[in-house]
């Protein structure tokens, strides 16, 4: 099973050359953890494009290096100090000078004690101030050790710079855009709510004006991001509190776009609009990652979760009966203190009940700072592995059994980009199985119907249902 943590890089967007200097300035970011990093990364990008930074995805070449990091796990964590260790060893051989920098969320955690650790880091800076970046990297640049980890009163989202049209469409059809940020669950076995401070709502105009100018870019599925985005509470300029559901009713009007995503939701703030939603509007896709963590109520209440196995198996049967076709993901904890065999059962026991098309499973990593660390019950690690791994089989199992029902079925895909060989497109089914079809570019950032003719161990190969559009189609035969 593939690891949400890690990312695929990013492709490099160009920027004009800055004025006044005599080679333009180069930037590489590198993103780990969730899909909220990749999006602070392109912000991070956005808004160093008018101080004549543009991306390249050659580190060699850099003039500033990000590291955008992620805490979750103690292994995220750590491998930001080799990856760092290498870093200072180009940086030393560089011909050029390098800025090197680091974003996210251990930087948020740890701070200047980065520094402490690796002395080539020049600049630490937390998620909420990533509005300051031109003026803490031109800092950085001429004295090292500048750290910025405040959750400044203003809104980062209000000074961020956007990107031009021409990167967005570099960027592909598909685009995230965070709605929410932060998180106030305070499950006992989490950072986020130290890395990512308290649940705050973007208010819904700024969304809408960002969705829009995505769509004019050619963008035409979002995903709406936050660490709790069915928390989602935004305020509008005449006072008025808008619900999640309410916002994506809104965005479903929006000409042009195609699909809305979310992730990820609580269980507790999945209310009965939001699942209205999913029965009333066909842009929402039949897809919700909707982490349950453990079948077991004991560990559930340890987790400080707030909910228990049955009700997370009701509000499934509720979802479903608003929509039938709608197919879940979910994220699994195994060996959190106290995790018995019996309480494992129960795990196995509500994944076989439930059914999942995709889900990540992690084996418990006490995190400094979060009630869980501190808990008795310690599970040895080879116990752990053994849970992990026969819970990845019976979800590894679910997910190819999802894959397989596929075949024969006819499926929406948005068409993303070119596949791997020529005349072949890559595109993404509405539950987010990678598809492969033969077909023309000119149907890249279109819906198409595809026949579903087999599933691989990874995605899913179809036929174009229907007879490609007779402009098309001339050209081919031309
Ligand atoms: N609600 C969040 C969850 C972020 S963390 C979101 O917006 O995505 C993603 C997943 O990592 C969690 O659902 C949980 O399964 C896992 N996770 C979080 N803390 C962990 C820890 N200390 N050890 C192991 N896995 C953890
Ligand atoms: Fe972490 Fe729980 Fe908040 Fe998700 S809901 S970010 S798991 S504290
Ligand atoms: Fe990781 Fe921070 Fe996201 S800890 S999962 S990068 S919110």
Known sequence: MTDPTLQPPRPPVDAPAPAGETRPLKLFIKSFGCQMNSYDASRMADALAPEGYSETGTIEEADLVVLNTCHIRERAAEKIYSELGKIREMKEASGHKVTLAVAGCVAQAE???????QRAVDLVVGPQSYHRLPDLVRRARETSGVVDTDFPVESKFDHLAAPSAAKTRARGVSAFVTVQEGCDKFCSFCVVPYTRGAEMSRPPEAIVAEVRALLDAGVREVTLLGQNVNAYHGVDAADRGWTLAGLARTLAGLPGLARIRYTTSHPRDMDAELVAAHRDLPALMPFLHLPVQSGSDRILHAMNRRHDAASYVALVAEIRAARPDIALSSDFIVGFPGETEAD?????????QVGFASSFAFKYSPRPGTPGADLPGHVPDEVMLDRLHRLQALLEEQRQAFNRAAVGRRLDVLIEKPGR???????RSPYLQAVHVDGPPDLIGTVQPVDILSAGPNSLAGRLAVAVPTPVAERLAS
């Open 421 to 427: 060989h020529p005349g072949q497109l890559g595109g």
């Open 111 to 117: 701070g200047a004690e980065i520094i402490r650790r």
């Open 344 to 352: 494992f059962a129960d795990t196995l026991a509500l994944v076989r």
